[in-house]
């Protein structure tokens, strides 16, 4: 699915925008219609897996996200299930950068204190408590 809501995103980037102060909603809406391609206000499984194929994905893998994705059970996404997993999708993302940074701050601090002696002079004051236990 976050392959689909990636081709939508690309196919976006032709589509002009004239309102610059809602984009990202817009891009949200606007990859909701590229994927609902008949129009009717909801991606049925047919559209899910016509996309998933355009992409190289057997028809399996999108019968298993729209089982996943399909809150209520309908046998289709709503552009509220739509926009709720691209909501969770930009929260993972987040996640990962926000582990990256914390990932550089830490082997920046732990870069500085080795290079200050601290962990050696700790680990030796460990290791005499450790000898004389």
């Not at 809406?29 to 897996?49: H, P, T, V």
């Amino acid at each position: 699915m976050m392959a689909a809501a990636e081709l939508a995103a690309l196919r976006l980037k032709d589509m002009p925008s004239t309102n610059h102060k809602a984009i990202g909603f817009d891009q949200r809406d606007q990859a909701f219609r590229l994927l609902d391609k008949n129009g009717d206000g909801r991606i049925s499984i047919e559209e899910l897996m016509e996309v998933m194929e355009e992409l190289g994905a057997p028809g399996e893998d999108a019968q298993e996200m729209m089982q996943l994705l399909d809150s209520n059970s309908d046998g289709s996404l709503s552009s509220d299930e739509f926009d709720l997993f691209q909501k969770q999708v930009e929260f993972m993302r987040n996640l990962e950068d926000r582990d990256d940074q914390y990932k550089t701050m830490l082997g920046e601090k732990l870069q500085m204190a080795d290079s200050s002696g601290l962990i050696q002079v700790y680990r030796k004051e460990l290791g005499n408590r450790l000898a004389l236990s």
